[in-house]
């Protein structure tokens, strides 16, 4: 099996299992944010999504993950019959020019393994997972970084109706009322939602967004705006909810994980593509902040 096959498996069993990676309830008690390598730098695409599953099925409450020995370069030991996550990276490999054919570079996945600091001992800060486990925002309450975040990628956002979604003829985003969702939680992870949308539009990353409900171009679509969401909801401290509608795509996704292993591997690079261009966009926030 390879390694595509494993990692699509799991993701497949997690999803029929009602616990996808990157719907859990992070309020609950686990890691609020993006997994994280010894050195504080968060990991991307698909290692988000096979770390925050590892975190979910053993109940790791620390944010990092390290190799063998950069824990203990830590100053910390794994504890011995402890097993490891594998997480995978890409290389650039050559190939040789041929009498038909011109030299390229394509790309090659190859693996490491890492523990969470919560399978090692003598660790200190800050691999030690908080104390108290995040509060879940007050019912009324805005987030601000989340709200400025919104502004700050100068997209069009309009409220009113009862429907949510990306209109990429008109280049909008239009939402529900604020106090109509039952958690502010449950409208930043939708406004998110919508914004990993609108950032494929043609004038922008140029993704396919035709199709209808049911179509397997509509599904994938719609599957990586629920990783681009959860990503941002990590990224900007927004415990992530599922969008309303999640469930009733779980049996596209899943056909379509059966049907190419590697289709979760390219929604979540074009997912990590969609939060970094959108954090782009912010940019001018941040340097005026």
């Not at 396919?208 to 509509?218: A, I, Q, T, V």
């Not at 979540?268 to 959108?278: D, F, G, N, P, S």
């Amino acid at each position: 099996m390879s390694a595509y096959e494993t990692v699509t498996n799991k993701i497949i069993a997690m999803l029929e299992a009602g616990t996808a990676p990157w719907s859990k309830s992070w309020a609950s008690g686990g890691p609020m944010g993006r997994p994280l390598r010894a050195t504080g730098e968060g990991y991307q695409g698909i290692n988000t999504l096979i770390l925050w599953g590892a975190a979910q099925d053993h109940g790791y409450q620390s944010r990092y993950w390290l190799t063998y020995k950069a824990a203990q370069a830590a100053g910390g030991q794994v504890r011995k019959g402890e097993k490891a996550t594998t997480v995978f990276f890409f290389t650039k490999v050559a190939k040789a020019a041929t009498e038909t054919e011109a030299a390229k570079m394509f790309p090659l996945m190859k693996s490491y393994f890492v523990f969470n600091a919560d399978q090692c001992d003598g660790l200190t800060a800050p691999y030690l997972a908080p104390t108290a486990p995040p509060v879940p925002m007050p019912i009324g309450e805005r987030h601000a970084g989340a709200d400025a975040f919104a502004t700050a990628t100068h997209a069009v956002i309009r409220h009113g109706g009862a429907r949510a979604f990306f209109r990429p003829s008109e280049d909008i985003v239009q939402m529900p009322q604020f106090a109509d969702f039952n958690t502010p939680e449950a409208y930043y992870a939708v406004l998110l939602h919508e914004l990993t949308h609108w950032s494929g539009h043609k004038s922008r990353l140029d993704r396919s967004l035709k199709g209808r409900f049911g179509d397997p171009d509509y599904a994938f679509e719609e599957l990586i705006a629920e990783l681009g969401a959860a990503y941002l909801c990590a990224d900007l401290g927004v415990s992530p909810e599922p969008r309303p509608d999640h469930a009733s795509y779980i049996a596209s996704w899943i056909k379509g994980l059966r049907d190419d292993p590697r289709a979760i591997f390219r929604a979540a690079a074009a997912a990590e593509k969609a939060a970094t261009y959108l954090h782009a966009a912010t940019e001018p926030m941040a340097v005026a902040a």
